[in-house]
């Protein structure tokens, strides 16, 4: 099956640095690529929605400078929290996707912990 | 703009029995997607099943089945012969038939959290 790999699992850091995560697909070429945001005990809320070698399209109420997202490749694609601060601990999952008509396959998430 | 309403924030299986999750959903649109996501105390979110909105037959994965009402706009899981490892969060979603850009993103209700006993 699809599998999608999200690295790194678990981040702590300063407030201050800034922090990248990485979304793998490894056995499919991942047309788009989806960021969501998870709060405690809340649902996912998109982020940001990525086309390989397109800019990407944030949500409403999503800091475009604040949350960097690359897709440079059909394999690849990157979220950088910059200057983050402790709000910005949460659950980040991405997700990806071959073609339309295909479901989402998504990662296993990464916390972050800003302190 | 399109919603998905989940009205049960918790539920409570004995194991080896049946229960039935609610999902409505509000949408003008004629052809989409719905799915059932679990997402086990681990956080992976996995996917359960999967209909197609222009498919009348209720899509059925092994102990899992669903209820698709399109008129009503609604979607219910079933669970059969509910085990340990069914306990997790579930998660309706919704998915515009639409191609490209933003197009297609998944619009998640809150969730339900289901819990087995023994």
């Known amino acids: 099956g699809a599998v999608v790999s999200q690295h790194p699992s678990w981040v702590i850091c300063k407030s201050g640095t800034s922090v990248k995560i990485e979304c793998r697909s490894l056995d499919f070429q991942a047309t788009t690529m989806f960021w969501y945001r998870q709060f405690p005990k809340q649902s996912l809320m998109l982020m940001a929605t990525?086309?390989?070698?397109?800019?990407?399209?944030?949500e409403q109420g999503v800091e475009k400078d604040k949350f960097l997202i690359n897709h440079a490749s059909l394999t690849l694609s990157t979220l950088t929290v910059t200057s983050a601060h402790p709000e910005d601990s949460s659950f980040y999952i991405c997700?990806?996707?071959?073609?339309?008509?295909?479901?989402?396959?998504f990662g296993d998430g990464t916390r972050l912990s800003i302190l | 703009a399109q919603t998905v309403t989940q009205s049960q924030p918790e539920m409570s299986v004995q194991e080896a029995e049946t229960v039935t999750l609610s999902c409505t959903y509000d949408?003008?649109?004629?052809?989409?997607?719905l799915f059932w996501y679990k997402q086990p105390p681990s956080r992976q979110m996995i996917l359960v099943i999967r209909?197609?909105?222009?498919?009348?037959q209720n899509a059925t994965e092994n102990r899992f089945s669903v209820n698709f009402q399109k008129a009503a706009k609604s979607f219910s899981l079933k669970i059969s012969d509910s085990q340990l490892g069914d306990a997790a969060m579930y998660f309706c979603?919704?998915?515009?038939?639409?191609?490209?850009?933003?197009?297609?993103?998944?619009?998640f209700g809150k969730g339900t959290k289901l819990s087995v006993k023994p």
């Open positions: 990525s086309n390989e070698g397109s800019k990407a399209t944030y």
């Open positions: 997700s990806a996707r071959s073609v339309t008509n295909q479901p989402q396959h």
């Open positions: 949408t003008s649109e004629s052809d989409y997607y």
């Open positions: 979603a919704y998915r515009s038939y639409g191609y490209g850009g933003s197009q297609g993103n998944l619009i």
């Open positions: 209909q197609e909105a222009y498919k009348q």
